[in-house]
């Protein structure tokens, strides 16, 4: 049973566009929320992380939004760049920091220049 | 710059035979993690550790086994490789609740 559930699986965005990732959670002990980046022939590395006290974080063009009520949170890719093509995984975990992550299935993005 | 490394970047073994991946960081972290990654399933963990000589079944552990002697060191123990763990293994560290920091991935195909 996925304990994250991600959307979508691919993503095609313009060059300047906004490419938005959706993640929905269901236990609501979940207090950590990060995203992750990887490249081909990369492992993933951490791009942005936000815990359930806070609605939105934001990191240069990076920005995640934090719905608690609704279980759900999305990163926002302000002025999409080729460079962003990547894959991008939401995560999920239990306690004070990232152990025990729970990863989404990831969104394949491809920005188009 | 935390540094995480694993063994090899490809690796092809038969059916049957004993595989072991190694892991090794250079921050001195007490957790370390393996996961594997399959397209359409993102990662899933498979076994962890929280300490020299301790270890945790993750989501998927069958069929795998870890081993983690020194602190800087996590194996991955595949005792008789089947086709179905065919896939991109990942390890990572991290100091107790902070961020996990992968290594690059080793890919095995099992024939």
């Known amino acids: 049973q996925q304990q994250v559930k991600q959307s979508p699986q691919s993503l095609i965005v313009q060059k300047g566009g906004i490419s938005i990732i959706n993640c929905a959670y269901e236990?609501?002990?979940?207090?950590?929320f990060p995203w992750y980046q990887q490249f081909p022939g990369k492992g993933p590395a951490l791009l942005i992380a936000?815990?359930?006290?806070?609605s939105e974080k934001k990191e240069g063009r990076f920005t995640i939004s934090f719905n608690k009520s609704a279980k759900q949170f999305s990163l926002h890719i302000m002025d999409s760049q080729p460079g962003d093509s990547a894959t991008y995984f939401c995560?999920?975990?239990?306690?004070?920091?990232?152990?025990?992550?729970?990863f989404g299935t990831g969104t394949r993005l491809t920005v188009i220049p | 710059d935390v540094k995480v490394t694993q063994s090899s970047r490809y690796l092809v073994k038969r059916t049957g035979e004993k595989v072991f991946l190694e892991c090794v960081q250079d921050m001195d972290h007490e957790n370390m993690f393996w996961y594997r990654q399959d397209p359409g399933l993102g990662l899933r963990l498979i076994y962890f550790?929280?300490?020299?000589?301790?270890?945790e079944k993750g989501d998927i552990p069958e069929g795998y086994s870890v081993s983690r002697e020194k602190k800087e060191r996590f194996s991955l123990i595949l005792e008789s490789a089947s086709t179905n763990q065919t896939s991109m293994y990942l390890c990572?560290?991290?100091?107790?609740?902070?961020?996990?920091?992968f290594g690059p991935g080793t890919r095995l195909l099992v024939l």
């Open positions: 990572a560290s991290s100091y107790r609740g902070e961020t996990q920091y």
């Open positions: 936000i815990r359930p006290d806070v």
């Open positions: 550790s929280y300490d020299v000589k301790m270890k």
């Open positions: 236990n609501t002990a979940f207090d950590y």
């Open positions: 995560a999920a975990s239990i306690g004070t920091g990232a152990n025990n992550l729970f």
